[in-house]
């Protein structure tokens, strides 16, 4: 079977030296806004958040909503193990960011919108804060009554998720809610909200300016354009990249890993571990038809060589989620505490191996049963992790 | 006391007093005193009208929200995986040798806290801390004394 992947393409797109932010608003601003909406629709770009709902439906169902009021908010939460690639785009490219930020506030009708800004991050502020000058001077010479401000994160890995960040910026404990409805409806203070990542906004800029044509040159099919990935671990070359999307993680071990790889960590804590045998059949991308497994990524890539335990990865992914957990639904809350304790008493020999199939249907439980992506993501590292690597979780 | 409830009181009247403040609010407390006393906890909620335990509920849900005194410079050090393969026990160990203060603790002259956190988020430039806002990375525990050293003068010439 012959499908569409891709060779490894290191892309200069986001990062590129541009300084045309109010010429190209200006430009979009003289079309429709359906013409935009289509726009951004056919580009085929995908949140680069982690859960790849595609942008230009987002806007769309907001720009439906008659409620008055709305938002646009700036999800630079960045919390997720391994990813740091939206400080960068915030450090470098603030203001393609702040230009997708108005091209959306344009459309859907909003006149304010945030930047949740991690609280790790906080040094970023001064810098931020002399952008958002620059940006609201192009915004009254555009004549667009539309405000950005800054709201700063207080060190809790939960307020990514978008719910869980409306409730932290309304004074709430950082606690997801039910979903529907969804932020499109209803979102901060309950109005409609579109809530994109840094890196989604920056690659809206780029489709304004350079159309859903060229953005769809990159890619493959259900995964179109470049990603920025983060890249750390076991490589000689630690950093940020922008790559095309479909490549395979076999091409990507070739260029960054340092010759001893064992196994990469695809999607941060909350992804995947993409064992040796696999790197060949695993291509990174969203949900679609390519050949062996796609794996959908906020663009966390950790690498480990050989001389890695496995279990110490695991270990330390699930110290994480429990401590994360934001304690509120019990399959998670009591499920990642049990997670935990089970690996170290195997581990220990105080349980017998057989009992790791017994933490798989835990797993399995709390993916149908967790109230959020978290609680529902634990199951991705810990059946990868397991199944590839039992031995090393019993000796 | 006088004091912080004059702080206080500016801050509810430079953010306001509906709930979407109350998070800055804090978080501007905390910058100064580095925790949230039970004082300032209940001059926040009579400033803004918002039940004390809903401010205590949120403030103890936020990890760079202390709710226990801390000291003027609090260190964070990043304990995610690749941090920790990268050399965070080392890093750990040469903070709590030159504070002589173990994981948790704060020193006698309230000077340094030692915490671990979540990905900070420099894992290409491992291992990393914070120390209250400002981050160091690519640390080694020659860079650690260092590092303390200069924070340690600064408080000195307060
Ligand atoms: C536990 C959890 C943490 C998350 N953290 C982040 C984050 O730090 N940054 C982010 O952009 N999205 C994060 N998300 C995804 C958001 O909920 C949301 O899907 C995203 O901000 C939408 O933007 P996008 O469509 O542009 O990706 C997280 C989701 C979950 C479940
Ligand atoms: S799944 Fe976990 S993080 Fe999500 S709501 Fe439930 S307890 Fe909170």
Known sequence: MTTKTKQLNRIDLIFKNENDCKEILQKSFDRSHEEIINEMVNSGLKGRGGAGFPTGLKWKLTAEETEK????????????????????????????????????????????????????YKFLVPQLRDELKKFHKIMDELNLDFVVDIFLGSGAYICGEESALFESMEGKRGEPRNKPPYPTQCGYLNKPTVINNVETLAHSYTIMKYGAKKFRELGVKDSWGSKVFSVSGDTPIPGIYELELGMSVQDFVDDFGDGDTKAVQVGGASGFLVPRKRFAKSHIGYQGKLTGVSLPTGGSMMIFNSSRSMYNVLNNYLDFFEEESCGQCTPCRVGCQQLLKGIKAVKRGEKPAAYLDKLLKLTDTMRLTAKCGLGQSVANSFSSIVENFREEMIY | MNNQAEFVKDLVTEHGTNRESLLPILQAVVEKDRFLSENAILKIAEETNIPAADVYGTASFYSFLDIVPRGKYVIRVCKT???????????????????????????????????????LGWCHKAPAMLVNDDVYTELTPNMVVDILSAYKAEADKE
């Not at chain 1, 915030?90 to 304010?112: D, F, N, S």
């Open chain 1, 69 to 120: 009021k709305k938002y646009v908010i700036c999800n630079a939460d960045e919390g997720e193990p391994g990813t740091f690639k939206d400080r960068e785009i915030l450090t470098r490219v603030p203001h393609k960011v702040l230009a997708g930020m108005a091209m959306c506030a344009k459309i859907i009708g909003a006149k304010e919108g945030y930047i949740y800004l991690r609280g790790e």
């Open chain 2, 81 to 119: 995986i690749t941090c920790a393969m990268k050399g965070k026990n080392q890093i750990l160990l040469a903070l709590e040798d030159f504070l002589k203060i173990k994981l948790g603790d704060t020193t006698p002259d309230k000077l340094f806290t030692i915490l671990e956190t979540n990905c």
